[in-house]
């Protein structure tokens, strides 16, 4: 009697493998972050620079073509670590990500300052040399595995809850260095954010949603109409009660988790708020 042998199949291979960490849409995401935070780098560190230069008298040699391409390259390059490190890139990495920053320039300055290429050229050129070094850089670390999570200190950890706040606070040091008095149809753009960002989160539809932030967009068009047609001073104080109002109409939205993502709200808050208390210094300077 031959015995059967039972024939056990081997498991199916799974139907989708998940991504590489160096596949292409990591890269490109990778890639995308890195722009992402040399933009948010260079829009709020701008401003600094401004502030500490023109005490300091400066302000004329940070418009030199060779000293701004330097300034900005340093922007995009804190930007830019930060966020890798807060993706724990390795220090390693960091500095070869920085370099692709600096070197660019460097290489064009030697035809800068003999005279062989403009400013403008210089800054365009910088930028687009810089592209390629990005992707030779993020090539070469794609397979890099992340660093183990690390426990952060209490304040750091804070300020990573928080950073909504400090990004606003960032954006509006000009506003307090200068206190201006903005336009009333900027208004506009407060109750438009929440029916925009709402439409698209698909959170306009719980009952009374919609109404309540079509009464608020009625509200601000109301307040900037009045202010138009007012003028002067009243419209002034129109266009502080209109920001401070909107301070308000975030922190209730915070509150509540409705509408908008409460780190926008936080954001807006903060933004809202300080621009109206420096719009009411800005009257009271006058």
Known sequence: MTDTLTHHP?????????????????????????????????LLLAPLWRVAGAPLGLT??????DVAAFVMATDMTVGM???????RHSWGACAEMAAAMY????????PYWAGRLAGDALMLGGHLLMLPA???????????AAAPARRRHPMVEAALRRWPAGLALLMTVDHWVSPSV??????????AGYLVIGAYR?????????????????AWSGLVLVAVVVGGRAAAWLVAAGWLAHAVWDVVHHRRGEVVPRGYAEWCAVLDAVLGI???LAILAA
């Not at 139907?15 to 972050?33: K, Q």
């Not at 004329?60 to 073509?65: N, S």
């Not at 670590?81 to 993706?87: A, P, Q």
């Open 134 to 144: 990005m992707l030779l850089v993020a090539l070469r670390h794609r397979h890099d």
């Open 202 to 218: 698909g959170q306009l539809n719980g009952p009374g949603m919609l109404a309540r932030q079509l009464a608020g967009l009625a």
């Open 10 to 42: 081997a498991s199916p291979a799974p139907s989708s493998a998940p991504h590489a960490a160096g596949g292409v849409r990591h890269l490109l995401r990778h890639l995308g972050e890195m722009a992402l935070a040399m933009v948010a780098g260079m």
């Open 81 to 87: 670590i930060v966020w890798m490190r807060h993706r």
């Open 103 to 110: 070197v660019p320039f460097l290489v064009l300055l030697v």
């Open 182 to 191: 903005l336009s009333p149809w900027t208004m506009l753009v407060l109750p």
């Open 60 to 65: 004329a040699v940070l418009v030199r073509p």
């Open 278 to 280: 420096t719009i009411v």
